[in-house]
């Protein structure tokens, strides 16, 4: 059975203060991470920000680390200058930090450089990534998305990480936020700060994680905002696969190039793990509401569909080679 939770939200009014790291792929000057640093600390949060310079979506879980300080053009927006060190923060406000490389460089940066400077020994408590530029639903998108590469870096590094992702896809600059609150950044924002209330309640982080080692979260949020009649969408859980699709190549017919369709394939959407009766969170955030999927980075295959393969492969291998 599926599960609603938008009625827990609505009665959660306050949460645990966290120390957060948030991050993005979409660079440290976007309007969604910097509605969402405002609302997390308005919530009584303890956050360090920590975005790529420039935009790196698609980046995946890409780990590259600069060579040089920052290049041209520029920081996004133009908020960085050519030839500014390869990290840096907001002159004012010291929350706020650039790192010029790859999203799951950014955070690790951010985790072992940045945060013992700014929570001293106090631990991360939370990692949170987004809100994307965008969904990323599904398995396929799930290795693509420079987003959730961030999170779940962090999520194996053994820190609790929840990813977002919202439907509006615009590239927009914070200083473009109008501070209403029906612009998508804080309606995005919003959804955050809800989540990480709903996770917290009621946790005392400094006797219990808030996701058990390994595991981590990814929500995608629904297109909304002003001319779309979803404002305020539920929550639902969800799991990465139904209805989730990859890639499929044809060729153009009038050109003869390849070309990228998407494919709702057999593969990616076999129901292996997590519970089996949740809807896809594709299908679920295609409409006016919040996909909350939970996931692990244990790839490994489960033992009842591990152990006859491996018995069936003893037959077959030289038994020296196998234990």
Same mark, same amino acid.
């Given at each position: ?16 203060? $966290? ?5 993005? !792929?979409?660079s440290w000057a976007s309007a969604n991470i910097r509605a969402a640093y405002d609302a997390l600390k308005a919530d009584g ?7 790529? +310079? ?6 995946? @879980? ?6 040089? =300080?920052?290049? &041209?053009?520029? *920081?996004?927006?133009?908020? #960085? ?8 923060? !907001?002159?004012?406000?010291? !929350?706020?930090?650039?790192? /010029?490389?790859?999203?799951? &460089? ?7 450089? $940045?945060?013992? %400077? ?22 396929f998108v799930f290795t693509l998305s420079g987003t959730v590469g961030a999170t779940y870096t962090a999520v194996e590094r053994?820190?609790? +990480?929840? +990813? ?14 109008? @501070? ?5 950044? =804080?309606?995005?924002?919003? #959804?955050?700060? /809800? ?8 946790? /005392? ?8 080692? *390994? ?9 909304? *905002? ?13 799991? $990465?696969?139904?209805?989730?699709? #990859? =890639?499929?190549?044809? $060729? ?8 990228? /369709?998407?494919?709702?394939?057999? *593969? ?22 919040? +996909? ?6 244990d790839y490994d295959a489960p033992e009842r569909i591990a152990v006859p393969i491996q018995r069936r492969l003893r037959k077959? %291998? ?6």
């Open positions: 059975m599926w599960t609603s939770i938008t009625s827990l939200l609505v009665l959660l009014s306050s949460s645990t203060a $966290l120390n957060v790291i948030l991050t993005n !792929d979409d949060h303890n956050v360090l920000l920590v975005g790529p +310079a420039v935009q790196q979506s698609g980046k995946g @879980g890409t780990f590259v680390l600069p060579t040089s =300080n920052i290049t &041209a053009p520029g *920081g996004e927006f133009n908020t #960085v200058a050519v030839g500014a060190p390869y990290f840096g923060h !907001d002159v004012q406000n010291p !929350d706020l930090f650039y790192f /010029n490389g790859t999203p799951a &460089a950014a955070v690790v940066f951010g985790i072992d450089i $940045l945060a013992p %400077i700014h929570f001293g020994s106090n631990p991360i408590d939370l990692v949170v990534s987004g809100p994307n530029e965008g969904q990323n639903n599904g398995p053994g820190i609790p +990480a929840v +990813a977002f992702s919202a439907g509006n896809s615009t590239h927009r600059s914070y200083t473009t936020n109008t @501070g209403d609150a029906s612009d998508p950044a =804080n309606l995005a924002a919003k #959804v955050v700060v /809800n989540i990480v209330r709903a996770l917290s309640s009621n946790v /005392n982080v400094s006797q219990e994680r808030l996701l058990p080692l *390994g595991v981590g979260m990814s929500v995608n949020i629904p297109t909304f *905002g002003p001319g779309i009649n979803c404002t305020n969408p539920p929550s639902t859980f969800t799991r $990465l696969t139904g209805g989730a699709v #990859v =890639n499929q190549i044809t $060729l153009d017919p009038t050109t003869g190039f390849p070309v990228s /369709n998407n494919l709702e394939a057999r *593969g990616v959407n076999a129901n292996i793990n997590g519970v089996r009766d949740d809807p896809g969170e594709t299908p679920t955030s295609a409409g006016c509401e919040t +996909a909350v999927s939970i996931f692990s980075v077959n %291998i030289r038994a020296d080679n196998l234990p």
